[in-house]
C-alpha cells in the first residue's frame, strides 16, 4: 500500500511565489525522498533528508521532516514556469539490503507566468 | 557517467499477447535494479527488484515477470497481456551505499 501521501493533490500558483507541498506516512523511516517528474517523463531524484534531520536545503528547495508527525514538506521558492510538474514523495524503511521507496500520489504543481 | 536505457518508448498491445519490456543500465556494476507501474496521474507501484543476476523479488502478485540475465539488464514480461496491464513502466536503478534512485525514460503501454 502507499505509505506517503501528498497534499495538495494538484497546485496552482503564479510565477515568482513560493510553493509548499506536504507529504505523510505512517511508519518509521529511514529516509524520505522527494522526486520531480514532467509530464511523460521518468522521475527525477530532487532531494533526501534521513530520519534525524529536521530540514535541508538545496538551492530553491526546501525540505522539512518531523518524524513526531510523520510528516515532511516542500517549499520551492521563487517559483518558475521550469517547475511545472508532478512532485512525489518517497518513504525509505531499509537500513540495508535491498532498498524499497513507497511513492505518494504525488501533487502536480502548475505555474502560471 | 551513467545512464539508463528503456525501450521501447511506447507500445501498443492487443490483450493475449506476449510483452517484453527491456531496461539496461550504463556506467554502474552491480546495481539494484527496479520496475514500478505508474497508473494516469497516480504514483508509482513497485512491482520487482533485483539485488543481483537471477535474483528477482515480487512485490505483487500479478500477470507480470521479470528476469536480470546480466548484471546491467532488467526485463519485464507477460506470456498474456490483460487490459489492466496498460500503464506507464518505469526501471531504476540504485548504486551501492547510495539511497537515492535513477529513472528510466519510461515504457508507455496500451493493451487494446
Known amino acids: 500500500s502507499q505509505q506517503g501521501e501528498e497534499d495538495p493533490q494538484a497546485l496552482s500558483i503564479q510565477e515568482g511565489e513560493n510553493a509548499t507541498m506536504n507529504c505523510s506516512y505512517k511508519?518509521?523511516?529511514?529516509?524520505l525522498q522527494w522526486y520531480r517528474q514532467n509530464s511523460g517523463r521518468g522521475l527525477v531524484h530532487l532531494i533526501l533528508i534521513r530520519s534525524n534531520e529536521r530540514e535541508k536545503h538545496s538551492g530553491r528547495l526546501r525540505v522539512t521532516l518531523d518524524t513526531s508527525k510523520k510528516s515532511s514538506s516542500l517549499l520551492i521558492t521563487a517559483s518558475r514556469a521550469a517547475d511545472t510538474a508532478s512532485y512525489f514523495c518517497a518513504t525509505d524503511r531499509s537500513n540495508q539490503g535491498a532498498q524499497k521507496l513507497v511513492f505518494g500520489q504525488g501533487t502536480r504543481l502548475t505555474i502560471n507566468p | 557517467s551513467q545512464t539508463i536505457h528503456q525501450w521501447p518508448a511506447t507500445l501498443v498491445q492487443p490483450v493475449g499477447s506476449p510483452l517484453s519490456l527491456e531496461c539496461t543500465v550504463e556506467g554502474t556494476s552491480n546495481p539494484n535494479l527496479y520496475w514500478y507501474r505508474q497508473a494516469a496521474g497516480r504514483g508509482l507501484q513497485l512491482l520487482f527488484y533485483?539485488?543481483?543476476?537471477?535474483?528477482i523479488s515480487s512485490e505483487v502478485p500479478q500477470n507480470l515477470s521479470a528476469s536480470r540475465p546480466q548484471d546491467r539488464q532488467f526485463i519485464l514480461s507477460s506470456k498474456k497481456l490483460l487490459l489492466s496491464d496498460s500503464g506507464f513502466y518505469l526501471c531504476?536503478?540504485?548504486?551501492?551505499?547510495?539511497?537515492?534512485?535513477?529513472f528510466g525514460p519510461g515504457t508507455r503501454l496500451t493493451v487494446t
Open positions: 533485483s539485488v543481483g543476476i537471477g535474483q
Open positions: 531504476a536503478w540504485r548504486g551501492y551505499r547510495v539511497r537515492e534512485q535513477y
Open positions: 511508519t518509521s523511516i529511514n529516509n
